[in-house]
């Protein structure tokens, strides 16, 4: 009797690790630039350091849902980037997002002329939208 529960625990334990690892393969080790939840989803740019310099960069969009964290496809990804300047119309940087093969998970391209707070509107879905900030160094 002792010993199947001991089992039934080892087993639990063994099962919990299985578990952990398939969800740490739906990540990468990518680190978070930004991120906005809205409506059901969670929009996250990442890249491998977090950080943006000002240039050509690639970066990666994920979107989740909130509900269970789990990518999820969102169809056609359009990225509007702005930098608001004073007493001027604001600067804006070509953005584009492709499907990266995995569903969910799109690469971005874009060239970012200048330093400072980047706004990046992200539309997808049935209208849906948010926005990141990018602190672009
Ligand atoms: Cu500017």
Redesign the pocket.
């Known amino acids: 009797m002792r010993m199947k529960l001991i089992g039934a625990v080892v087993a639990a334990v063994a099962l919990g690790l299985v578990l952990t690892a398939c969800g740490a393969s739906d990540k990468s080790n990518l680190k978070q630039i930004d991120q906005q939840r809205t409506g059901d989803y969670l929009v996250t740019a990442l890249n491998e350091t977090g950080q943006v310099k000002q240039g050509p960069n690639k970066f990666v969009l994920e979107f989740r849902k909130a509900s269970d964290n789990k990518l999820t496809d969102v169809g056609n990804v359009q990225l509007n980037s702005a ?1 608001p ?1 004073p007493g001027m119309p604001p ?1 804006n940087a070509g953005a584009y997002a492709t499907p990266s093969g995995t569903a969910g998970r799109y690469n971005v391209e874009s060239d970012i ?2 330093r ?1 707070k980047w706004t990046f509107i992200v539309m997808f879905g049935n209208g849906q939208r948010a926005s990141l900030s990018l602190n672009v160094q």
């Open positions: 930098m300047m600067m002329q200048m400072g």
